[in-house]
């Protein structure tokens, strides 16, 4: 039976895929920066190792008898720019080169459809140039580089998933981010393409799973991207009427084409839009 070890099992995605991942698999590893978060998890049944991705002799142990890595720690918002470059980037080299070192078979990166930035004439994929506006997404293209050379020069055995705006399962990001997008004044009928818990896990266990596609990068989102309005009026939030002053710039920023996962991994969404997972109340 292989060992999984997971990074950022205390973030947003982790927190949802670690008891899925558990569910699954006996043998899962995690990865975690304090000793009092440990507890918790062992009651799960997953094995705990306290360190951080800047400890060398942390990292070694972490991936010690291990088959498949699965990188989901990241630094988002709330620090500051230089560490989310030195954890977003230099964190996922050093577990990289631990894994290659330890003998690791598959490496599985969780990137953001961010990265494609805001200039976009069509839905984004896979292969379109990357030019991300904030520090954020920056991080993940340079991280992105530095692991496909690693593929390309020593054989690491990578795939990049690009998470489009993650929600549902009691997880407030979609309500705390709606001022954001306010502030940014995003046009009513601005759209978000997202993806719901559930469905990140579905892609990351076929990712997991799935042979012959070392090197290979998927964006991962629903089949229905949402419109700023949309999602007001379903968080409870009230119509702005300026908003519809507000330019309406770039329609297609972070909005991705799917036609690879689909077909390549089988990826078909449970909740193929925000509306079925408030439906079923998944949200």
């Known amino acids: 039976m292989k060992t999984i070890l997971i990074t950022g099992a205390t973030g947003k995605v982790g927190s949802h895929f670690v008891p899925r991942l558990l569910q699954r698999e006996n043998n899962v590893r995690l990865l975690v920066r304090r000793a009092e978060q440990a507890e918790a998890f062992h ?17 070694a142990s972490a991936v010690a008898g291990v088959q498949i890595v699965v990188h989901l720690a990241a630094f988002f918002r709330g620090t500051d720019q230089e560490q989310i470059r030195t954890t977003n980037e230099d964190g996922a080299l050093a577990l990289a080169n631990a894994s290659l ?32 506006a904030f520090t954020y997404p920056q991080s993940k293209v340079a991280a992105e580089q530095a692991l496909l050379e690693l593929y390309r020069t020593r054989g690491l055995g990578l795939r990049i998933l690009r998470l489009s705006f993650v929600y549902g399962e009691g997880d407030t990001h ?6 954001i997008f306010g502030e940014r004044q995003w046009h009513p009928a ?7 818990h559930a469905d990140v896990s579905q892609a990351l266990l076929r990712a997991i799973a799935t042979p012959g596609i070392d090197g290979q990068i998927y964006n991962v989102a629903d089949d229905a991207p949402m419109s700023l309005a949309e999602l007001r009026r379903l968080n409870g939030l009230p119509e702005v009427a300026s908003d519809a002053d507000a330019s309406f710039k770039n329609p297609w920023e972070m909005i991705v084409d799917t036609l690879r996962i689909r077909d390549e991994l089988g990826f078909r969404p449970i909740y193929p ?5 408030r439906d079923a109340g998944a949200l």
């Open 273 to 277: 839009s925000y509306y079925a997972a």
């Open 43 to 59: 009651k799960l049944g997953a094995e705990v190792i306290v360190g951080d991705l800047s400890q060398e002799d942390r990292l």
């Open 101 to 132: 070192s330890a003998g690791v078979e598959r490496f599985v990166f969780t990137s953001t459809n961010q990265v494609y930035g805001p200039d976009q004439s069509r839905p984004a994929r896979e292969d379109d140039p990357l030019r991300p």
């Open 174 to 179: 979609v309500h705390d981010s709606l001022p």
């Open 190 to 196: 601005k759209r978000l393409h997202m993806v719901h």
